[in-house]
């Protein structure tokens, strides 16, 4: 039997952390067991569904690499699916159709809420020959007895009895189908093995497996995937930060990282922490999700960020750092390649968007010097080490790193002074702030025609300021 899985969002809204790690573990069962993932649109809310979030979703889940092998299907394009098998369950008896009144079902409710019972259908229609109406919904003939029992692969053994279900609406009196029974025929027609899904559809699932046995199709087996939270204990929310997978790739973080992070959110392997998608592939297994909620941690995600800009080929690195500098309106094409930059920066910043924000004056003139910076290192005292230093640079014939570590240490030694009284107003001149990388590098991948003009600069820098101040 072919192992096929399913995610199967509804578009209402970005693809969020939780919907991404749903995704994520049912396209590892797909994968590994070498079968298919599909996906699924369920569309049929068309209030609330909308073309951006079908747009979002699809790029979130292509942008972790969650690729689909069959879809997406749209529930609103399979509605004459849905027509055929609630008509067939009307001819086999197995549904009903039920005239009842919106004011009767009203205070039907009430009656039942006053006595504090729970609010439930009274079968009033369900074997009654003598109603008829213009206006009817069609209602499932649920069983009155016994019990529905599933083995969920995260929450174990869970049973529902028949009497605590109702006879549940599956077509409107528009005709419309409703969500459960939309997903029953999917499920079925689809050829759906392996359900993964959020814990919130736990009581969905036995009335959708009495659905499933009464048009004889088998019953796929079910994981019920708990909640992630903050890192405060509530429901992860906007408050926490970032909920959408698209807001991680524009605050910096790499697909690996966060598809790392949603693995591991909920589900371990012993103590290892980084997994490639072959080593999760190889490794997961939906009965080791843990059923308690998950709490979110930003910290640990920036730890496997960080770990994935090293690890990672610089290359495809690289790739998504490109897109970082396009997004901040900084043109690459005329400074050093991004290779080159990403093993200087990778161990100072968290991201690539800080990478890229760190890394303008290699590509640009920075508009300002950093104040601070420029208040301790771009002083009078400095403009004789600056005007020596840049003479030597100046003159150099070989622009590397070491003839620059060689010319910075020359000027030290001319000067008689320790190499960071050159070095320092030398870094802050080349890059605007007291903050780089080894500075011969920098200065290599910076240029040395743009290095002689931005020490000239610091040099004018400090000559307005010693004017302004007298
Ligand atoms: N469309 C449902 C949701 O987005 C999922 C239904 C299912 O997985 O069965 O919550």
Redesign the pocket.
């Known amino acids: 039997m072919t192992v096929v899985t399913?995610?199967?969002?509804?578009p209402t809204g970005y693809l969020h952390v939780g919907?991404a790690r749903t995704a994520l573990y049912s396209w590892l069962v797909a994968k590994a067991a070498g079968g298919k993932f599909v996906l699924r649109i369920?569309d049929t809310d068309r209030e609330r569904s909308t073309q951006p979030a079908i747009d979002a979703i699809l790029e979130g889940m292509e942008w972790l690499g969650l690729n689909w092998d069959e879809g997406p299907h749209y529930q609103t394009k399979r509605f004459d699916r849905y027509t055929h098998f609630i008509d067939k369950l009307l001819e086999e008896d197995k549904a009903y159709k039920c005239y009842c009144s919106t004011e009767r079902l009203e205070k039907m409710r009430e009656e039942q809420m006053e006595k504090g019972e729970k609010p439930r259908y009274d079968g009033h229609c369900r074997d009654n020959p003598n109603v008829s109406g213009d206006r009817y919904v069609v209602r499932f003939r649920n069983p009155q007895t016994g019990s529905v029992k599933f083995n969920d692969h995260i929450r174990g053994p869970i049973e529902f009895a028949n009497t605590e279900l109702d006879d549940l609406i599956i077509s409107r009196s528009d005709g419309t189908p409703t969500y459960n029974f939309c997903?029953v025929i999917d499920?079925w027609e689809m050829n759906i093995t392996h359900?993964v899904?959020?814990e919130?559809?736990i009581n969905?699932t036995p009335r959708q497996i009495n659905i499933l046995q009464a048009l004889g199709a088998p019953v796929p087996e079910y994981a019920h995937v708990s909640m992630i939270l903050g890192d405060d204990g509530k429901k992860l929310s906007k408050r926490h930060g970032a909920v959408s997978v698209m807001q991680y790739r524009d605050d910096g973080y790499l697909p690996e990282a966060v598809m790392n992070y949603l693995v591991r959110l909920g589900w371990s392997h012993g103590d290892q922490e980084i997994f490639s998608v072959d080593e999760m592939i190889e490794y997961f297994r939906l009965d080791d999700v843990n059923k308690a909620a998950s709490a979110f941690n930003t910290e640990k995600l920036n730890w496997l960020n960080q770990h994935y800009m090293k690890a990672l080929p610089v290359g495809e690195v690289a790739e998504h750092l490109q897109w970082h500098f396009s997004d901040q309106a900084i043109d690459v094409t005329k400074g050093p390649a991004l290779e080159k930059i990403i093993p200087l920066l990778a161990d100072r910043v968290k991201t690539l968007k800080e990478m890229a924000t760190s890394a303008r004056y290699f590509y640009e003139d920075y508009e300002s010097f950093d104040e601070a910076a420029a208040k301790k290192h771009l002083r009078p005292v400095a403009r004789e080490a600056l005007e020596a230093v840049q003479d030597r640079l100046a003159s150099l014939s070989e622009w590397n790193a070491a003839s620059i570590q060689a010319a910075i240490q020359a000027t030290a030694d001319d000067l008689g002074v320790g190499m960071g009284k050159v070095g320092m107003p030398l870094r802050v001149a080349a890059t605007g702030s007291g903050n780089s990388p080894s500075l011969d590098v920098t200065l290599e991948l910076i240029e040395q025609e743009q290095v002689v003009a931005r020490i000239a600069r610091a040099i004018t820098f400090i000559s307005e300021r010693e004017q302004a101040q007298q």
């Open positions: 399913r995610f199967a969002p509804s919907g369920e997903v499920d359900v899904r959020g919130d559809h969905n």
